[in-house]
């Protein structure tokens, strides 16, 4: 299919307002964490007067899902997960989190196929069982793609993300479940981003496959990978396209995260 892909830019535009600022905090935060939560709520109570069609969505480590799901006032703030287990039911897998633990302790999203962790060795078939299990459980799956600085350099990337959903997605899924995130590998914590050309190819090719292979309204994509207050402008004008950003570094100060949302609507 992608020998024959032709790009029609039309393809990138979406049809939707809401804009999705989600955190992926990593292996960051403890308990007095719920400060920067605290702020960011604060912020969007007042902010989504002005900009209702905005959706924060803070992936944390886990032990603090429940903690904070808790602490959270408004129905503002969602919570999400960064990985969950491949098994649906309670058993002998140690160190393992379910989706359903993960439901239950407040998440209503998780991130799945982050390179992070294709990197330590997920394949895309685990990724797929996750998806699967997390999907069952009724979570909101947010499934990173994104190719190498190789891959890039080699011309491969849409080969490369064509792959990466074919290989971890199913038609008989819920599909409405599912965001992807387009993060290049290459791009993430490193301070460099696609071009607006690339960015705009890719966006559109994104949904194009969802169209072609899966034959539904394309899912709403996301861009990650050195998302900050400074190049936000440029995201925001130059690719309106995109239904929202995954961030990480950033997003674990309240400051730079409010600051990315501010920007992003001025
Ligand atoms: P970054 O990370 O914003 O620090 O580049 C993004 C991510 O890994 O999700």
Redesign the pocket.
């Known amino acids: 299919m992608t020998n024959n892909y032709k790009i029609n830019k039309n393809h990138a535009y979406t049809s939707h307002n809401l804009r999705y600022f989600v955190g992926?905090w990593k292996m960051f935060g403890d308990f007095n964490s719920f400060k920067i939560v605290r702020k960011i709520e604060n912020f969007h109570l007042k902010f989504r007067k002005k900009h209702k069609k905005c959706k924060i969505i803070l992936c944390v480590p886990n032990i603090l899902i429940s903690f904070f799901k808790k602490k959270i006032k408004s129905k503002s703030v969602f919570l999400g997960a960064q990985n969950c287990s491949r098994y649906t039911e309670q058993g002998p897998f140690t160190g393992s989190v379910s989706a359903s633990m993960l439901k239950k302790a407040g998440a209503e999203f998780v991130i799945l196929g982050?390179s992070?962790n294709r990197k330590e060795g997920e394949s895309p078939q685990l990724i797929k069982k996750k998806i699967y299990s997390a999907l069952r459980k009724n979570l909101t799956v947010i499934f990173c793609i994104g190719e190498t600085a190789k891959e890039k350099k080699q011309g491969k990337t849409i080969k490369v993300l064509f792959n990466q959903i074919k290989k971890s997605l199913d038609k008989k899924f819920n599909l409405k479940k599912i965001i992807i995130a387009y993060?290049p590998v290459w791009?993430?914590?490193t301070g460099k981003t696609p071009s607006s050309k690339d960015l705009i190819k890719i966006n559109a090719a994104i949904k194009f496959m969802f169209i072609k292979i899966f034959k539904i309204n394309p899912p709403k994509v996301l861009y990650?990978?050195?998302?900050n207050d400074k190049n936000i402008f440029f995201f925001s004008k130059q690719t309106p396209f995109f239904d929202g950003f995954?961030?990480?570094?950033?997003s674990q100060s309240s400051k730079k995260f409010i600051d990315i949302m501010r920007k992003y609507y001025t």
């Open positions: 992926n982050h992070e993060e791009s993430i914590g990650g990978g050195s998302v995954l961030i990480g570094g950033a």
